[in-house]
């Protein structure tokens, strides 16, 4: 049982936009920044989007995030075969002073 | 560029230990902590602890308390994590992970498979 809620699978077709929402409470999401890692499979997290809606260098802008009060969300525009993968969504816990993860969402690019 | 190579894959009966290493290159160790997390098998991601290269200051998630031991070695830039009294629970991939504190997991090892069996 994850801390934070995302839904299991989201699915597109090539070119569209999906959303993926990650829900919290006010130790975590609420009083902190989300991230998102993107894993490949087969392959180990990567860092996608930090601080709410920061992307490292090397992410396309089709990958947005914002965070509206105890919930973010994930956006991905411009859908592509490639973006096949489970997106994790965390946030640090004030109350454990550590790290919270939704269980991830497994994205289908139909 | 920033770099953490784990050790291999273990396999492990009920009531032994394991000890994973994370070997970092590429950036100033003491600057940074690492994390630990793991992943069982089609699940999601689960925090475990982190370590200060620094302090050597520790912090662990409850469920691992009295079986959980994180360390690091600056003089060969690597951190450990050993996990005790294993069970069919602990099969899991493994990642150490860097951070500067609170903010995020910006460099991932490449895992370690941990698979508890009789």
């Known amino acids: 049982q994850s801390v934070l809620t995302q839904p299991p699978s989201a699915s597109g077709t090539p070119g569209q936009r999906v959303t993926i929402s990650c829900s919290g409470s006010?130790?975590?999401?609420?009083?902190?920044?989300v991230t998102w890692y993107q894993q490949l499979p087969g392959t180990a997290p990567k860092l996608l989007i930090y601080r709410n809606d920061q992307r490292p260098s090397g992410v396309p802008d089709r990958f947005s995030g914002s965070k509206p009060g105890t919930s973010a969300s994930l956006a991905i525009s411009g859908l592509q075969s490639e973006d096949e993968a489970v997106y994790h969504c965390?946030?640090?816990?004030?109350?454990?002073?550590?790290?919270?993860f939704g269980g991830g969402t497994k994205l289908t690019v139909l | 560029q920033v770099h953490l190579m784990q050790s291999g894959a273990e396999v492990k009966k009920p009531g032994a230990s394991v000890k994973v290493s994370c070997k970092a290159s590429?950036?100033?160790?003491?600057?940074?902590?690492i994390t630990w997390v793991r992943q069982a098998p089609g699940q999601g991601l689960e925090w475990m602890g982190w370590i200060s290269a620094y302090t050597g200051h520790t912090n662990q998630a409850q469920k691992f308390q009295g079986r959980l031991t994180m360390t690091t070695d600056s003089s060969t830039t690597t951190a450990s994590m050993e996990l005790r009294s294993l069970t069919s629970d602990d099969t899991a991939v493994y990642y150490c992970?860097?951070?500067?504190?609170?903010?995020?997991?910006?460099?991932w090892g490449q895992g370690t498979l941990v698979t508890v069996s009789s």
């Open positions: 965390a946030a640090w816990d004030d109350s454990l002073n550590g790290w919270v």
């Open positions: 590429g950036y100033t160790f003491t600057n940074y902590y």
């Open positions: 006010s130790s975590n999401i609420g009083s902190d920044t």
């Open positions: 992970a860097r951070s500067d504190g609170s903010s995020d997991l910006d460099s």
